[in-house]
Every structure is written in structure tokens, then in C-alpha cells.
T-cell receptor, first 114, second 116 residues
Framework: DQQVKQNSPSLSVQEGRISILNCDYTNSMFDYFLWYKKYPAEGPTFLISISSIKDKNEDGRFTVFLNKSAKHLSLHIVPSQPGDSAVYFCAASAMGTNAGKSTFGDGTTLTVKP | DAGVIQSPRHEVTEMGQEVTLRCKPISGHNSLFWYRQTMMRGLELLIYFNNNVPIDDSGMPEDRFSAKMPNASFSTLKIQPSEPRDSAVYFC???FGVGVITDTQYFGPGTRLTVL
């Protein structure tokens, strides 16, 4: 049973527009969530995180929203740039147990067209 | 400043052979993580160390897999004997802290393993 799901394998947006990447989780014990970006032939790079005590966290062009009741989080990128084209992974963890261990989604490939 | 270094970047071997993957974490980091990425299972944590001590190896698939961290600047992941289903990209990551998830993990470029 996949506990973290990214239902859209790919997303294509125009440069300057908003990119919205979605992630759903099933484990109610998850209380810390992360987004990673991955370019081909490179390892994932941490992008932004949010704990369950918040519903929004913003860092520059990147904002993560958390809806605990719906067990849903989303990453907004505004404005999108061609350099944002990458695979984006959502990850979830329970801070109180298995410290350091995250469960990852399968990733969404974002393509930003010039 | 060098990031996490992994070697080799690519490895092709035959079924039954021993495979050793190597990782050098970022200097000063005291937690190290081994991940595997496959099409079927996505990105999954195999094992992680804090201060050279294995903390959680519940993700290690079976006894054919073993990991060591003899010192703070080096870790190995060994597969013996290797099987075709072990073909994957193996990532090493490191972080500074006690190994909790709120510590930012820095990933290496990965080792692409192909077992024929």
C-alpha cells in the first residue's frame, strides 16, 4: 500500500505561469513533509518542508500548502521558470518515530516551456 | 565545497558477483543514508547511520545487502551475491544533526547499478 501518492506523473506549464504539484498521503502519523527536486543524473535536492503545525510555508517562488484533514499537500511554483523543469518528489515522515526516515512519492515530472 | 561523493557512478556486473558501492559524506555531517530508486518501488530508504552507528536498517531488502560505516568519512553498501532485481540507482545522502527528518539531507549523484 503506497502511503504517499503523487497521482500526476507529469505536468507541463508555460514559463511565467503557476505550477501546482500535488501529493496525497494516507498515514495519519505523518507530521513532517518535504519536497525534493531532481535533475537527470543528479541526486534529489531538498526544496522546502512543512510541519503539521502549519498549513503553509513559503520560500521565494516556492510555497507548500498542507491540508491535514484531506491528507493533501501541494507545491506551488510562481512564476515558473524553464530551470524548474525537473522531477519533484513529495516525502512524508513521522517526527516522533524512525527519525530520519521518509516515505517518498513516485515523483512528478515538471516541464516548463519557454 | 564538495558534496556527497559516490563511486562508482555506473556499475555493470553479472548475476552472482559481489558489488560494493561507496560513499563519502559531506565533511562534518554525522548522519548518512542509503537509498535505492527503482521503477517499481520508487525511492526508498535502505539504512541510515548516525555517528557511524546503524540506527535503522529495516529497509534493507534481505541478507544479501550489508552496509558499513567504519568512520565518519566513508560508507559502503555491499550486495553479495547480486541479482538482476537489484538493478537500480543507489543514492547516498548525509545530514548534520542527530539524524532526525528535520535535518536537511544532501544527496550524492547516485550509482546506477545494472546486474545482468
Amino acid at each position: 500500500d503506497q502511503q504517499v501518492k503523487q497521482n500526476s506523473p507529469s505536468l507541463s506549464v508555460q514559463e511565467g505561469r503557476i505550477s501546482i504539484l500535488n501529493c496525497d498521503y494516507t498515514n495519519s502519523m505523518f507530521d513532517y513533509f518535504l519536497w525534493y527536486k531532481k535533475y537527470p543524473a543528479e541526486g534529489p535536492t531538498f526544496l522546502i518542508s512543512i510541519s503539521s503545525i502549519k498549513d503553509k510555508n513559503e520560500d521565494g517562488r516556492f510555497t507548500v500548502f498542507l491540508n491535514k484533514s484531506a491528507k493533501h499537500l501541494s507545491l506551488h511554483i510562481v512564476p515558473s521558470q524553464p530551470g524548474d523543469s525537473a522531477v519533484y518528489f513529495c516525502a512524508a515522515s513521522a517526527m516522533g518515530t524512525n527519525a530520519g526516515k521518509s516515505t517518498f512519492g513516485d515523483g512528478t515530472t515538471l516541464t516548463v516551456k519557454p | 565545497d564538495a558534496g556527497v561523493i559516490q563511486s562508482p557512478r555506473h556499475e555493470v556486473t553479472e548475476m552472482g558477483q559481489e558489488v560494493t558501492l561507496r560513499c563519502k559524506p559531506i565533511s562534518g555531517h554525522n548522519s548518512l543514508f542509503w537509498y535505492r530508486q527503482t521503477m517499481m518501488r520508487g525511492l526508498e530508504l535502505l539504512i541510515y547511520f548516525n555517528n557511524n552507528v546503524p540506527i535503522d536498517d529495516s529497509g534493507m531488502p534481505e541478507d544479501r545487502f550489508s552496509a558499513k560505516m567504519p568512520n565518519a568519512s566513508f560508507s559502503t553498501l555491499k550486495i553479495q551475491p547480486s541479482e538482476p532485481r537489484d538493478s537500480a540507482v543507489y543514492f547516498c545522502a548525509s545530514s548534520f544533526g542527530v539524524g532526525v527528518i528535520t535535518d536537511t539531507q544532501y544527496f550524492g549523484p547516485g550509482t546506477r547499478l545494472t546486474v545482468l
